[in-house]
């Protein structure tokens, strides 16, 4: 067994230690909208469940050179968010939406999705997912200062959006669903075997 220290590792080491190791992580395609109107959208698997009551999602945004993402910028801006579930169906273009592009330019638009209007929150989601929530900030954090850091957010979901064609009685199907991980570098992982095991009473 190899012992580390992250206080003596470089922070990409221990980004590759983190991303190799915590896997799969579910990813969220995240929209936000910028004060000019501009509907952002990008990639995150930093991402979870916070809670159930309310319901609550976590999303946190790397700062790498300590400068902020568009969509941490519209988030403390606006303090609304659309949460989409990446799947088979539209994994390649949700990659399409990591490209750096400038924050006048709308990474929905240029990636090809569909636009469609929320239900409670002003920023629009995309058509092209089978599961959307619409997400309002109920608390951020930020680390690192003001270098190379994160920032964190706490989303309550104000909204669901479900595909009827995975819903049955209140449950997703896991297979209808499809939905991708992420796992280190480029690579991503499908659903695999599916097993149950009885929690011990």
């Not at 580390?4 to 990813?27: A, F, H, T």
């Not at 309002?136 to 690192?144: A, D, E, I, K």
Request: glycine residues 8%; proline residues 7%; hydrophobic residues 35%.
């Amino acid at each position: 067994m190899i012992s580390i220290d992250p206080e003596q590792n470089e922070e990409r080491d221990n980004y590759k230690l983190l991303v190799g190791s915590i896997i799969p992580r579910p990813i969220a395609f995240v929209t936000t909208q910028s004060e000019e109107g501009v509907v952002n959208g990008a990639p995150f698997s930093y991402f979870n469940i916070v809670s159930s009551n309310p319901p609550m999602v976590s999303l946190s945004i790397q700062r790498p050179t300590g400068e902020r993402k568009d969509t941490a910028r519209n988030i403390y801006g606006n303090g609304e968010f659309v949460v989409h579930i990446v799947d088979r169906d539209n994994v390649g273009k949700v990659n399409e939406t990591a490209a750096s592009l400038p924050p006048s330019e709308s990474e929905v638009d240029m990636a090809g999705l569909t636009k469609v209007p929320s239900t409670r929150v002003s920023v629009p989601g995309v058509k092209e997912s089978k599961i959307r929530m619409e997400c309002r900030l109920v608390q951020s954090v930020p680390f690192g200062g003001d270098g190379p850091g994160s920032d964190l957010f706490i989303g309550e979901i104000v909204q669901f959006h479900v595909d009827e064609a995975i819903y049955e009685n209140g449950r997703i199907d896991p297979r209808g669903l499809d939905a991708v991980s992420r796992l280190a570098g480029s690579s991503y992982a499908a659903m695999g075997e599916i097993f149950s095991l009885d929690r011990p009473k």
